[in-house]
Each structure stands twice: as C-alpha cells, then as structure tokens.
C-alpha cells in the first residue's frame, strides 16, 4: 500500500466557481477518500425571518440563491397560499411557470458553459453565455430584473406580459432553437469531450436512491424524479416528460440538462398557447397560521421550503433544503475512487450551488 | 463526428456586430420595467414611512420630525417594494443603475415636504436635494 497524502481541493479553485471545501485523501494520484466541508458564505437568511413580516420576506427568500433565486420565490409563495388557503388566479399560475423555465433555461445554459471552461473548451462557454443573454433579456424586459426577479408575491404574481410579448418571447426562443442544437451537439458529438466525460464518476442507480441524490443527478442515474410532475404551478395542466439518462456517469449528466434546454422551450410554448385571460393576483389578509413542506423542481433539483407560522405577520420558523446539499453525499461517493484530475469535473456535473447550500 | 464544425460558428462570429457592449461608455440595455435605483420627489413625499416600514433590508430612514428620507444604497437591493407601497406615488424606480459605490459611500439624505396639514405656511421650503456622505 503507497503513503496516503491529503490535498485540500477548494474554497477557492480555478474551475470552481462555488466556495466548497474538500480534503481529498490520495493514494498516488487516486482519492480514497474524501471529507468536504462548507461555511464559507453562510448569511443566515432563514433566522432573519422572525424579523421580517412575511409578505417582506419573499424578496429575502428570493435571495437564497444567485442562479435559481425565482423557483424559491414560487415556492416560499405558494407554501404561504397552502397554509393560508389562497387561490392564485390561473393566469398567475401561468406566468410562474413561464419564469420557471426561463430561469431552468438560464441556469443550464450557465452550467453548460461552465462545464465547458472546466475542461478547457472557452470556445463553447462563450456561446453558452451568449445565448444565455437573450433569456436574461426576455427576463429583464418582462420582470425588470436580469436574474433575481422579484416578480413572484403571496397571492400571485407583481407583473403581467402582454399576449404580444409572449409570441415574441416564443419566437425568440424558436429562433434560438438551431443556435442551442449546434451548442448542445458539442457535447453530445465532440469526441475530446466524450473522451473527457463518458465512464467518468459513475453513480450507480441503487447509490443515486439511497444517497438521496435529486435533479439532474439522479435522472442521470436512471431514476426518473422530477418534481415538476407533482403538478405545482401550471405544471400539471402541461404534457411533458422528464429526461432520464441511464449510465450515470458526467456524460449523462451533462446529457440530461442539455436535453432539458429543449424540454423547457417545450413547456414554455405550451404555456403561451394555453395561458387564460383574467387576474394576475388576489388581495392577502391576514397571517398565516400552520405548517406546510412545499417541494419544487429548481434547475438543479428537488427543493423544499418548510415553513411554521402562528398568525403573526413574522414566521416562526422557515426552513429550506436545497438540492446542492443533498447533492453533497452523492458526490462523496463519486469521488471515492476518481483520478485527481476528473475531481473538478465530477464536482462540476452536480452542478454545485454552495450558496444555496449555506443560505 | 464531424470536421470543420467549428468553422462555421468562426466566419459566423467574424461577419457579425461583437456580442458584448462597450459598457460604461455606452449605456447597458435598458427596458421600461428596469429595476436600477430609487429616486424620490422630495415635495410629494409626506413621511408617512411605509416605505420603512416595507424594505427587507433596512435601507431606507424616515426622520419625522427633521423631515429627512434617507437611502443606504449599500443596503438597497432594488426590489421594487417601497415604490409599490407608497401612498403619494412620489418613489420612483429609475431603470440606469447608481454608480459603482464604496462601502462607506451610497447614504443619500434627502429632506422633504412632510405631512400635508403643514403645507401652507411654507410649501416645499427645503424641497432642495442635498447629498451627504
């Protein structure tokens, strides 16, 4: 047996976009094992909502995260209307879903480019992001904000779109559809890059279900979960399937979010055909009083908002679990046993979101 | 597979305007619903401090008696919400973003007209912005 040796991987990393710690234990230049650690950009934002009345706190809970800020807002609202029992009108209910696939659009596009840099292919992460503006221009233009979008409140929804910017916005994304099929073929076709991923940090479908893995990381282990069949939002009036890969190696990781591009144009135009006319909101009095658990799909998984009122205008207690931190066992497992060099790789294909894991 | 896949996208990007703008000298895109700073209109402004009262983040102070309304742009994270709850609509969202800030900068104190009742003896006597570090 050859001497153990630990390397520190992180905080701060020159693929790692996200401040995750990791002390990987080698045997020659293969982990062992692996202890991570976090606490590096922790905010305590779920203890602020004792201070905050609760209306105010959907622009604090928005904030959790950078990348998916608009799935925790719809989430954080509709666990609110749940104990409250409000009726969200259902052109609202539209709207949310619309922003919620524009923001999965925006989030894996992101991620794409980043995985590209990761492996040293800067040509494709510029053309992800390239791409990328035009869904943060379409948000801006119909939220105001490019990615925290503070549209989302209890009750509804801030801002309309007129039916005129909701054809435009499909035919931008219609437009962008050749555009994304040349991205997304480098990373299906491109033989450096299978080379690169195919057989790299395999998770076995047994380890995916039993480490509790969610999103993207577990369709690409086989185990078809997506939360948005649930039918929260508009999702259940909309026929969509979700994306599943079998070899659950980074390949299909990456194969599953790049499929996911299309989906979500899918979902988007449905929206559009189907969307009612009528209120976008319903006046809220009153506090909520109860406890519920909301789950929602994010770009990068299952998340869950539990939050405890006791009708008071301040929460007791609001408690979120993210999808990076259940991501965080499955990827102990997947390092275990990796080449040095694939560490950033296997990192990166769970699409790590620290500050949203910290909060 | 492939070959001269890249090509493409190479004379594509050659004949095409550049992608980015030349940012602070040109002006960043902006679009009518742009959140970028908060102005007021110090002579509609009555002091009611909803707009205090709304902010998640504690930017914004009302002196009721000194007639002041004052906004840490350190602290504001442009969200639209006091421009929604004020009364006398005299908050207004502007779509260009502030200047870059340091961390000791950003206060703006602005004194304002006050409560109606007071309006006829002097109007809007110190209605005139002033900034203060």
Same mark, same amino acid.
């Not at chain 1, 990166?348 to 910290?358: K, Q, R, T």
């Given at each position: ?359 | ?38 102005? @007021?209109?110090?002579?509609? =402004?009555?002091? /009611?401090?909803? #707009?205090?009262?709304? %902010? *998640? $983040? ?12 004052? @906004?840490?742009?350190?602290? =504001?994270?442009? /969200?639209?919400? #006091?421009?929604?709850? %004020? *009364? $006398? ?45």
């Amino acid at each position: 047996m050859s001497k153990q040796i630990t390397v520190p991987f992180g905080p701060q990393h020159p693929v790692l976009p996200e401040p995750i710690h990791l002390d990987l234990v080698l045997e020659d230049e293969r982990v062992v094992d692996v202890i991570p650690s976090i606490g590096y950009v922790h905010r305590g934002l779920e203890k602020l909502v004792e201070k905050r009345e609760y209306p105010e706190y959907i622009y604090v809970a928005e904030r959790i995260c950078g990348i998916c800020s608009y799935v925790h807002s719809n989430t954080y609202a509709e666990c609110i209307e749940h104990i409250m029992k409000i009726e969200v009108p259902e052109r609202a209910q539209y709207l949310r879903t619309i922003w919620s696939e524009y923001s999965r659009l925006h989030s894996h596009l992101l991620w794409l480019g980043l995985f590209a840099d990761g492996m040293g292919f800067e040509s494709v992460f510029m053309n992800a992001w390239k791409l990328r503006e035009h869904i943060l221009d379409d948000m801006e233009a119909t939220t105001g904000g490019r990615v925290i979008q503070g549209v989302c409140k209890v009750g509804g929804v801030r801002k309309d779109i007129t039916p005129e910017k909701l054809d435009e916005m499909v035919k931008g994304l219609k437009g962008m559809e050749p555009a994304l099929r040349d991205l997304t073929s480098v990373f299906f076709n491109d033989a450096s890059v299978s080379h690169r991923l195919k057989g790299v940090g395999i998770l076995q479908k047994g380890d995916a279900y039993t480490l509790g893995a969610v999103g993207p990381t577990a369709r690409g282990s086989g185990i078809g979960i997506d939360l948005r069949q649930t039918g929260y939002a508009a999702y259940g009036k909309i026929n969509f399937k979700p994306v599943v890969e079998q070899s659950g190696d980074c390949y299909a990781r990456c194969a599953v979010r790049a499929k996911e591009l299309f989906t979500s144009i899918d979902i988007i135009e449905q929206c559009v055909k189907k969307i009612p006319e009528g209120p976008i909101e319903v006046k809220v009095t009153g506090a909520p009083d109860g406890e519920y658990f909301a789950r929602a799909e994010q770009p990068r998984g299952e998340v869950v908002h539990y939050i405890k009122g006791n009708g008071k205008r301040n929460l007791v207690r609001h408690r979120v679990r993210t999808p990076t931190f259940t991501n965080i066992p499955p990827l102990v497992t997947l390092l275990k046993g990796c080449e040095l060099a694939d560490v950033p790789m296997i990192v990166l294909s769970i699409d790590p979101c620290v500050g949203c894991a910290e909060r | 597979m492939t070959y001269f896949e890249m090509t493409k996208t190479v004379i594509k990007s050659l004949f095409s305007r550049p992608a980015t703008l030349m940012y602070p000298v040109k002006p960043a895109k902006k679009t009518p619903l742009s959140r970028g700073h908060v102005t @007021i209109n110090p002579a509609g =402004c009555i002091t /009611c401090r909803s #707009c205090q009262r709304k %902010c *998640p $983040t504690q930017a914004i102070c009302v002196e009721v008696k000194e007639k002041t309304w004052q @906004i840490d742009q350190m602290r =504001c994270v442009v /969200c639209d919400c #006091c421009v929604e709850v %004020c *009364p $006398t609509k005299c908050l207004t969202m502007d779509t260009q973003y502030p200047v870059a800030l340091t961390a000791r900068g950003g206060v703006i104190k602005v004194t304002v007209a006050g409560p109606k009742k007071k309006e006829p003896v002097a109007p809007v006597d110190g209605a005139k912005p002033e900034k203060k570090e």
